[in-house]
């Protein structure tokens, strides 16, 4: 899937890779990748939702973003701050699709134990597109 992503980002040229941030580009972006019709609904409930951990705890996206993504969270693990996720008052965050693919691949990972779909992925940028 992330060879499939890359190949994507490629073939769409540097263009998308460096957009400022547009969800617009994001969410075409996962609809060419096979999303369709995404749902603020669906991706609040996969960011909120609780599964089992790599040690057995309980995990989910807000384990370590939090509640209120406007603020900052931290990193279960290591301790290390994370930048809040609202778009509201990090407008970087989601400026660089390379980036949003590698924190996706990354944290579905560890918290899903497997990566995304990009309806999946589709479906948690609607809903953080409207903090």
């Known amino acids: 899937m992330v060879r499939f992503a890359l ?19 994001l969410y075409q972006f996962y609809s060419q990748a096979g999303g369709r019709d995404f749902s603020p609904a669906r991706g ?14 309980a995990i989910s996206c807000a384990t370590c973003h939090g509640t209120d993504l406007r603020k900052p969270g ?9 930048e809040p996720m ?7 965050r989601y400026a660089d699709i390379e980036k949003v693919e590698k924190w996706f691949v990354r944290n579905c990972k560890q918290v899903l134990g497997r990566e995304c779909t990009a ?3 589709g479906d948690v940028l609607r809903f953080l597109s409207q903090l």
Do not use: H, M, Y
Not at 74 to 82: L, M, S, V, Y
Not at 86 to 92: D, G, L
């Open 44 to 57: 609040k409930q996969l960011w909120i939702a609780e599964r089992s951990g790599e040690g057995g705890e």
């Open 86 to 92: 609202a778009p509201s008052v990090n407008k970087e």
């Open 119 to 121: 309806q999946e992925k």
């Open 74 to 82: 931290r990193q279960q693990r290591t301790g290390k701050p994370i």
């Open 7 to 25: 190949l994507l980002l490629a073939c769409l040229g540097p263009g998308v890779v460096r957009a400022d941030a547009d969800f617009g580009k």
